[in-house]
């Protein structure tokens, strides 16, 4: 029995609107001089791949249903072939027990999930100051 092989296709990298896009979440989350040098360095972050399955737990988030519109319309793009923009993390502290943050692409990462929970996904770290 063959197995469908999913092929995801990534932009080199995230969107510009992207990080607007993370300082507006991030700006719930701590105040305009830290959301300013993490979207800082998220924008002066190297590419990093990791998987599906660690991205949500490490953020300790709930996988969201691929009916989810968002969800759903990135597994739309997926199977047309589109290409995704990749994500933007700013990491955790497992000392701490801080999760890590999806500043953007939380859709993204759960349609990745539910096509394939192996899947690596494009993603810039930034760390907090």
């Given amino acids: 029995m063959a197995t469908d092989i999913i092929t995801v296709h990534w932009k080199d990298e995230p969107e510009e609107h992207d990080y607007p896009a993370a300082a507006d979440y991030l700006e719930l989350l701590a105040g305009p001089k830290i959301v300013s040098a993490v979207v800082d360095d998220l924008r002066a972050a190297p590419i990093v791949h990791k998987k599906a399955k660690d991205i949500l737990r490490a953020?300790?988030?709930?996988?969201?249903?691929?009916?989810?519109?968002?969800?759903?319309?990135?597994l739309i793009k997926i199977a047309n072939g589109k290409t995704l923009s990749p994500i933007l993390l700013v990491r955790g502290d497992f000392r701490t027990g801080?999760?890590?943050?999806?500043?953007?692409?939380?859709?993204?990462?759960?349609?990745?999930?539910?096509?394939?929970?192996?899947?690596?996904?494009?993603?810039?770290i930034a760390a907090l100051p």
């Fill in 98 to 124: 801080i999760p890590m943050v999806i500043a953007d692409g939380y859709h993204r990462v759960c349609a990745i999930h539910w096509a394939d929970e192996n899947i690596a996904i494009p993603a810039k």
């Fill in 59 to 74: 953020a300790q988030l709930e996988l969201l249903s691929p009916d989810n519109q968002h969800v759903r319309r990135d």
